[in-house]
């Protein structure tokens, strides 16, 4: 697997699955792995779209997601979910690049990015924060509207089934990776410097007022008991 692409190279995915009137996410196949990846798009207040964790999607879909609104910010999770980041800065020039702060210098290895998470002023609708005990180089998005309020997480919280051959084996064994809602093992070895803030924040995020869904940037939707699940998820790490 590429790096990042620089050119827009479209693989296997889902639908656009439209979570609430502000949020709506697309799966796809992780190229040369057995895995599945996320886009997230989130609408704010003024009706602009915050792309996190971009992947490259066929005509149809594009379309259907620019319908949406207009680009605004194309948000790179962390310093190696950068595969279609290239491309996405490409189709919407005008967009802002958005990577925690600890990881710029890695993202910027494939795209210029504009700033930190912090540039993204919180607007009642959609906001960024980077995640304690990280050096800051993982976050979240969280989004706000009718239907309650949603935490997106890219490789902080993970929530995959078992796969099978090798790559299964490496995964749920090794990295810990699979098996339901956890923090991985690579996310503790590599990323976690500080598991007591970590946890913490975590435990914060389950007391969210009107908690509804956290979706995750590897497979399955966390939709239910949802803060409780957050709560026993912080308490492994």
Not at 141 to 159: E, K, L, Y
Not at 163 to 190: D, H
Not at 198 to 212: G, I, N, Q, W, Y
Not at 214 to 225: C, E, F, P
Request: aromatic fraction near 6%; charged fraction near 25%; include cysteine.
């Amino acid at each position: 697997m590429p790096k990042w692409n620089t050119e827009w190279k479209v693989g296997p995915h889902g639908p656009l699955e439209k979570l609430s009137e502000r949020l709506w996410r697309v799966e796809a196949d992780v190229p040369g792995i057995p895995m599945k990846r996320v886009m997230t798009i989130a609408k704010r207040a003024n009706g602009g779209l915050v792309i996190h964790n971009g992947i490259a999607l066929a005509d149809k879909e594009m379309a259907e997601i620019e319908a949406l609104g207009r680009v605004e910010a194309i948000v790179v999770p962390n310093g190696f979910h950068r595969l279609d980041a290239k491309v996405f800065h490409e189709r919407y020039p005008s967009a802002q690049v958005l990577c925690p702060d600890g990881a710029t210098k890695k993202v910027s290895e494939a795209v210029p990015v504009s700033s930190g998470y912090a540039q993204l002023a919180p607007d009642g609708a959609v906001e960024l924060a980077t995640l304690d005990g990280t050096k800051e180089r993982e976050g979240v998005m969280i989004v706000r509207d009718s239907d309650g309020t949603s935490v997106v997480f890219n490789d902080a919280v993970f929530n995959m089934p078992h796969l099978s051959g090798f790559t299964g084996f490496v995964l749920k064994s090794i990295t810990k990776s699979t098996g339901g809602p956890r923090v991985s093992n690579i996310m503790k070895w590599f990323v976690v410097a500080d598991k007591k803030a970590f946890r913490s924040h975590l435990e914060r995020l389950a007391d969210v007022p009107d908690l509804r869904r956290i979706v995750v940037s590897h497979h399955i939707v966390i939709d239910r008991d949802v803060a409780a699940t957050l709560r026993a998820v912080a308490a492994k790490v």
